[in-house]
């Protein structure tokens, strides 16, 4: 199934979301419905609040980068209950957009490195490093769970100027290539 993406203005998009048990449902075919969502609307990463769940549950797909970096080559994971807890204080500044705020780009400063625990889709615990554009997208998709989109994080001289686009989003006055819902 094929989910409308929700665009900014909806308040799903500012929920803190909740932990998911095994309990909660089919949680593998949840996370085929992402990927195919995020496939069809050509993203690298969808968080189920961009779906109007208020869940944490993130998936991503690198494989676009593999050509920058290769590690991303065939790089597709979901992220269940996903816990930042470490951040390398050397960032790097890379150009966002996000499929939930079409047609808005904007440089954010994140960390280079990151260690997160999370589950997978069989609800096995996992404690990794990120680096690179993998720790990158993660931290944009994790955002997404704490009720953060990536203009909260531009400098305010920049959130300033996306104001007026960011108010026409929330008013449906946008145009993209993917079915959404406000």
């Known amino acids: 199934m094929i989910y409308p993406i929700v665009v900014y203005g909806d308040e799903v998009l500012r929920k803190h ?5 095994p309990e909660y449902g089919d949680v593998k075919q949840l996370v085929d419905d992402m990927m195919l969502t995020m496939a069809e609307a050509e993203g690298v990463g969808l968080a189920a609040p961009q779906i109007g769940k208020d869940i944490r549950l993130f998936v991503v797909d690198c494989t676009p980068w593999a050509e920058e970096d290769p590690s991303c080559a065939d790089y597709k994971r ?3 209950n996903p816990v930042i807890y470490e951040r390398s204080e050397e960032t790097k500044t890379y150009t966002e ?18 260690r997160m625990r999370y589950l ?4 096995q615990e996992h404690d990794e490093e990120f680096t690179g554009l993998k720790a990158w997208v993660l931290q944009h998709e994790y955002d997404h769970l704490e009720g953060i ?7 305010p001289i920049r959130r300033n100027m996306l104001r007026g686009k960011l108010q026409n989003l929330a008013k449906g006055k946008y145009r993209c290539g993917y079915k959404t819902r406000r």
């Open 120 to 123: 997978d889709v069989d609800f």
């Open 97 to 114: 957009g996000c499929l939930s705020l079409p047609g808005i780009n904007a440089n954010v400063q994140r960390s280079l490195s990151i």
């Open 17 to 21: 979301c909740v932990e998911i048990t």
């Open 149 to 155: 989109v990536f203009t909260d994080r531009v400098a």
């Open 78 to 80: 979901a992220f269940v």
